[in-house]
C-alpha cells in the first residue's frame, strides 16, 4: 500500500493519500486547499490517478481542497451524507465501504465534533478526523457539536477497535504523528472520565475562542459546487421536471454514472444504463460505448448521477469528445426524486 501523511502547518491538518499500488488509484483525506498543487505533485511523481478526495466533516479551520481536486482532476469528492456543503459528488452513510481500486475503507459515523463527523478504517488503522485527536479531543461547542454524542461516537465506536490499531487524526498542533487506539485509552486525558455527564462537563468548560479562518473557511467549504452552474449557463443541463419528459423516448440514452452500492441504495431511473464515472474516459473516447452509442444512433446522451456533480463534469468532458449532444440532469437523482421521479430498485 501506498500511504503518505502530508501536513498543512497553518492549520495544523492531516491530509492523508492512499493507494494500493504505483500506477494505481488514490484517494485523499482531509485534502487543504492551499496545498493541493502539492499533493498533484506527489500524485504525479508516484504515478497515481486521484480518483477520490474525503474529507471527514465540514472543517471551520481551513478551506477544503475538495473543489480544487476536483476542478484539476476531475475526482469525486466525498462526504458523510449529513453535510450541508452545496453540491458534494457522492456522500456516504454508516456501514458503506469508502472504496478504490485495490482498498476499501469501513465507513463509520462519529458524530459530536460535527454532526457531520465520519471515521474511516482500515485493518490496521483508523482516520478519526475531529473526532479523537492524539491526547485530545475536538471541540464541540460550534458546528451542531455534542459532546453526548461524541462520548458515544469515542467510548462504544472509535475506542472498541482492537488497541494496536493506528489513530490517524485530522489534526494535531503538538508535532505528534500517531498514535493507537490503546495509547489514547490509556493516556489521552479527556478521555479518562468516569461516566458521559463528566465529559459532557469537561467539553463544556473548554472556553476556546473561536478558529481564525472560521468566517472564511466554513461559508467557503459550504459551497464547493460551482462546475453545475457554468454547465447550466452552457445549455448542456435538463432540470428533473424536463428529464421526466425526455426520459422515456427513444431518442434518448439516460447514463448512470454513480457506482453500484449507490444504485442499489438509492434506486435507478427506469430504462438507464449503468457507465460508472470511473470509466468514462474509455467509454467518450472514438471507439468508446458511448462514442459509439451517440454517432451510431443519433441518441441524446443524458448523464446523471447522485447529485449532478460527476454528471456536469461528465458532460464538459464527453462534449471535449465530440458527443455534441451530451448533457445531465442538474441536480442528479436528488433532484429527480425531489420532482417524483420514479426511480427501482437495481438488481446489482
Ligand atoms: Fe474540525
Given at each position: 500500500?501506498?500511504?503518505?501523511?502530508?501536513?498543512?502547518?497553518?492549520?495544523?491538518?492531516?491530509?492523508?493519500?492512499?493507494?494500493?499500488?504505483?500506477?494505481?488509484?488514490?484517494?485523499?483525506?482531509?485534502?487543504?486547499?492551499?496545498?493541493?498543487?502539492?499533493?498533484?505533485?506527489?500524485?504525479?511523481?508516484?504515478?497515481?490517478?486521484?480518483?477520490?478526495?474525503?474529507?471527514?466533516?465540514?472543517?471551520?479551520?481551513?478551506?477544503?481542497?475538495?473543489?480544487?481536486?476536483?476542478?484539476?482532476?476531475?475526482?469525486?469528492?466525498?462526504?458523510?451524507?449529513?453535510?450541508?456543503?452545496?453540491?458534494?459528488?457522492?456522500?456516504?452513510?454508516?456501514?458503506?465501504?469508502?472504496?478504490?481500486?485495490?482498498?476499501?475503507?469501513?465507513?463509520?459515523?462519529?458524530?459530536?465534533?460535527?454532526?457531520?463527523?465520519?471515521?474511516?478504517?482500515?485493518?490496521?488503522?483508523?482516520?478519526?478526523?475531529?473526532?479523537?485527536?492524539?491526547?485530545?479531543?475536538?471541540?464541540?461547542?460550534?458546528?451542531?457539536?455534542?459532546?453526548?454524542?461524541?462520548?458515544?461516537?469515542?467510548?462504544?465506536?472509535?475506542?472498541?477497535?482492537?488497541?494496536?490499531?493506528?489513530?490517524?487524526?485530522?489534526?494535531?498542533?503538538?508535532?505528534?504523528?500517531?498514535?493507537?487506539?490503546?495509547?489514547?485509552?490509556?493516556?489521552?486525558?479527556?478521555?479518562?472520565?468516569?461516566?458521559?455527564?463528566?465529559?459532557?462537563?469537561?467539553m463544556n468548560n473548554l472556553n476556546l475562542p473561536n478558529p481564525k479562518m472560521m468566517d472564511v473557511a466554513v461559508p467557503a467549504n459550504l459551497r464547493q459546487g460551482l462546475a453545475q452552474d457554468e454547465i447550466?449557463?452552457?445549455?448542456?443541463?435538463?432540470?428533473?421536471?424536463?428529464?421526466?419528459?425526455?426520459?422515456?423516448?427513444?431518442?434518448?440514452?439516460?447514463?448512470?454514472?454513480?457506482?453500484?452500492?449507490?444504485?442499489?441504495?438509492?434506486?435507478?431511473?427506469?430504462?438507464?444504463?449503468?457507465?460508472?464515472?470511473p470509466d468514462l474516459q474509455e467509454n467518450i473516447r472514438a471507439g468508446g460505448m458511448l462514442h459509439e452509442l451517440a454517432s451510431a444512433t443519433g441518441?441524446?446522451?443524458?448523464?446523471?448521477?447522485?447529485?449532478?456533480?460527476?454528471?456536469?463534469?461528465?458532460?464538459?468532458?464527453?462534449?471535449?469528445?465530440?458527443?455534441?449532444?451530451?448533457?445531465?440532469?442538474?441536480?442528479?437523482?436528488?433532484?429527480?426524486?425531489?420532482?417524483?421521479?420514479?426511480?427501482?430498485?437495481?438488481?446489482?
Open positions: 500500500m501506498i500511504f503518505r501523511q502530508l501536513f498543512d502547518q497553518t492549520s495544523g491538518t492531516y491530509s492523508y493519500l492512499l493507494a494500493s499500488r504505483r500506477g494505481g488509484e488514490a484517494l485523499i483525506i482531509d485534502p487543504v486547499l492551499e496545498k493541493v498543487d502539492r499533493y498533484l505533485s506527489l500524485v504525479r511523481e508516484l504515478d497515481l490517478k486521484l480518483v477520490k478526495a474525503v474529507d471527514t466533516h465540514m472543517h471551520a479551520d481551513h478551506i477544503t481542497g475538495l473543489g480544487a481536486l476536483r476542478d484539476k482532476t476531475h475526482c469525486i469528492t466525498v462526504m458523510g451524507e449529513q453535510t450541508k456543503a452545496d453540491v458534494v459528488s457522492m456522500r456516504l452513510a454508516d456501514g458503506e465501504q469508502l472504496t478504490i481500486e485495490g482498498l476499501a475503507l469501513d465507513v463509520i459515523y462519529t458524530p459530536g465534533h460535527t454532526d457531520d463527523s465520519y471515521s474511516f478504517i482500515m485493518p490496521d488503522r483508523v482516520f478519526t478526523g475531529d473526532t479523537l485527536l492524539i491526547r485530545g479531543t475536538g471541540r464541540t461547542d460550534f458546528q451542531n457539536g455534542d459532546p453526548r454524542a461524541q462520548y458515544e461516537s469515542i467510548f462504544n465506536k472509535l475506542l472498541r477497535l482492537p488497541e494496536s490499531t493506528l489513530v490517524f487524526p485530522a489534526h494535531d498542533y503538538k508535532g505528534d504523528t500517531v498514535s493507537t487506539i490503546g495509547e489514547e485509552k490509556a493516556f489521552n486525558p479527556r478521555l479518562q472520565v468516569k461516566s458521559v455527564d463528566q465529559y459532557v462537563e469537561l447550466a449557463r452552457r445549455g448542456w443541463a435538463v432540470t428533473a421536471q424536463q428529464a421526466m419528459g425526455l426520459a422515456g423516448q427513444s431518442n434518448v440514452a439516460l447514463i448512470d454514472l454513480r457506482e453500484r452500492s449507490e444504485r442499489e441504495k438509492h434506486g435507478v431511473i427506469p430504462g438507464s444504463l449503468h457507465a460508472p464515472y441518441k441524446r446522451i443524458l448523464f446523471y448521477c447522485a447529485f449532478g456533480e460527476r454528471s456536469a463534469m461528465a458532460v464538459r468532458a464527453a462534449q471535449d469528445a465530440g458527443i455534441a449532444s451530451a448533457c445531465h440532469i442538474h441536480g442528479g437523482v436528488d433532484a429527480w426524486r425531489r420532482a417524483n421521479g420514479c426511480v427501482s430498485v437495481s438488481s446489482r
